[in-house]
């Protein structure tokens, strides 16, 4: 474009839609809704902050020091179901250690995470697309 030749009101627009475009911008966390699951009959409630403590502990067993260095936030917590949120860029991994690895409870009991529903937004994790009104 020079300065000196006038420009008619076609060419603006062209310019202008060729200088602007629309980016979706990567979602910078992941949403889970995590349940525990207790083999055999157990009496004990657990709390958000022994759920918190032994989920970073199958982090840390599945996936060494960077599971348990990562950035895990209990969001709304419900015995025994916990709405959590990770790094986008680990969901996957998190995901496995979740699934594959089982835990030993304080008080013998052994027990597992059981992926409910999972997302890239909040919404997706907290309601449910299936269920009625």
Do not use: C
Not at 10 to 38: C, D, G, M, N
Not at 65 to 93: E, H, T
């Amino acid at each position: 474009m020079e300065i000196d030749t006038p420009q008619t009101a076609t060419e603006r627009a062209e310019e202008s839609f060729a200088t602007f475009k629309a980016t979706i911008a990567k979602q910078p966390f992941y949403y889970f809704a995590v349940e525990l699951v207790v083999n055999g009959t157990s009496d004990q409630i657990i709390d958000a902050y022994q759920f918190h403590s032994y989920f970073m502990a199958v982090l840390k067993e599945w996936l060494g020091i960077i599971g348990s260095g990562m950035s895990v936030d209990i969001l709304d917590y419900q015995y025994p179901v916990a709405i959590i949120r990770v790094p986008f860029d680990k969901y996957k991994g998190v995901w496995q250690a979740m699934t594959v690895n089982t835990i030993t409870l304080l008080n013998g009991s052994v027990a597992r995470f059981k992926v409910v529903r999972g997302s890239a937004f909040y919404m997706g994790v907290v309601t449910s697309s299936r269920s009625m009104f």
